[in-house]
């Protein structure tokens, strides 16, 4: 079934829309959508039960070339948004996915991937949620950001009028390069390059480029020149800091299983908004799987598993987070 509809003064174009089997005979729509994009359209994927809370969400995917899935070309495929997208479906929520500027399906919309800020982020971010309110006649729409997502959401949420809340999952409560020099330490096999690259992220943080020659491949890839702008720009960004003082609802998710974002942080942002809500979740780990192990290999096994379901409790602190609070939050958001 094709459906297209159009608004001029958004640029909108609703692409391809098909029926999806959920539980309990529930049946939800998925539909292709578009924003508009500097170059080209921004692309994502709608999923809208037929018997909705009204509530709508926006999932905005983490770091390096994270699509509207969560699935990457650098070994991940365990496809974490599409499976909580569906199951926040089969629980009358709302949600849209969506592929970065420059990535996958919005891979029209810049010249250059690479090219990007979180500037950048939060304007293609703005775009999607007047799309959004656009189709679903929400008056709010809530962010979920997971990874450097959540950090793109917190950003977001200093100038986003129509939006409900924050929901962060795995999301940075510190400047992302003290994360990076965490995550380098924490692996053993890192030992030979760790001092070259721990002077890398010093460099970047101090604004300055970084001469590659002479990397090894996995430091090039981390490091490469293309990305090195990027990397000063989020460097730069303090999540707590973007966090304190924010008015709405925030709910603050976290796997104690997770890998590359770790307790600390979210508890760096609980403290910065007292207020919010801090679900710390035991064996969940950074695709939002389930891991009793405290073996590396056994965790980043599930990175690349489509077939493992989400971690249980996740999806239901997040429903549980927001219903109650959806209706008020949205008419004080559209005064």
């Known amino acids: 079934m094709r459906h297209i509809y159009c608004a001029r003064h958004l640029q909108l174009m609703v692409i391809l829309t098909v029926g999806v ?9 998925e539909t292709v959508i578009e924003a508009p994009g500097p170059l080209g359209p921004l692309k994502g994927t709608l999923l809208a039960p037929s018997a909705g809370s009204g509530v709508v969400i926006l999932i905005i995917p983490g770091s390096g070339p994270t699509d509207r899935d969560g699935n990457n070309p650098l070994g991940v495929s365990a496809a974490p948004y599409r499976l909580l997208a569906e199951a926040l479906a089969m629980r ?3 949600s849209v996915r969506i592929d970065k500027r420059g990535l996958a399906g919005s891979a029209g ?11 950048d982020y939060v304007a293609d971010v703005q775009a999607w949620t007047k799309v959004v309110r656009h189709l679903t006649g ?3 729409v809530w962010l979920l950001g997971h990874s450097e997502g959540g950090l793109v959401a917190m950003a977001a949420s200093q100038h986003g009028p129509q939006l409900c809340g924050l929901v962060l999952v ?3 409560g510190r400047p992302m390069g003290e994360i990076l020099r965490d995550q380098l330490k924490a692996n053993p096999a890192n030992a030979p390059l760790l001092d070259r690259a721990l002077a890398a992220i010093d460099e970047l943080e101090a604004g300055k480029r970084v001469d590659t020659a002479g990397f090894p491949p996995p430091l090039l ?3 490469h020149p293309r ?3 990027f990397l000063i720009n989020a460097f730069s960004y303090d999540p707590a800091r973007l966090l304190a003082g924010y008015a709405k609802p925030v709910l603050i998710l976290q796997g104690l299983r997770d890998l590359q974002v770790h307790a600390e942080d979210a508890k760096i942002l609980k403290a910065a908004d007292p207020n919010a809500q801090l679900t710390l979740l035991p064996d969940v ?3 939002l799987k389930t891991v009793t192990s405290d073996d590396r290999s056994v965790n980043i096994a599930t990175y690349s598993d489509a077939s493992l379901p989400l971690a249980p409790g996740l999806t239901e602190a997040i429903v549980g987070f927001l219903p109650a609070r959806n209706h008020r939050e949205g008419r004080a958001s559209s005064n």
């Not at 089997?21 to 729509?29: I, K, L």
């Not at 919309?109 to 500037?119: K, M, Q, R, W, Y």
């Open 170 to 172: 795995s999301a940075p």
């Open 138 to 140: 929400a008056s709010c």
């Open 92 to 94: 009358g929520i709302t």
């Open 221 to 223: 890839r981390l490091f």
């Open 109 to 119: 919309a810049v010249a250059d991937g690479n090219a990007v800020t979180i500037e």
């Open 227 to 229: 990305v090195q702008a």
């Open 21 to 29: 089997a959920c539980s309990a005979g529930a049946v939800s729509t």
């Open 285 to 287: 780990n950074h695709v």
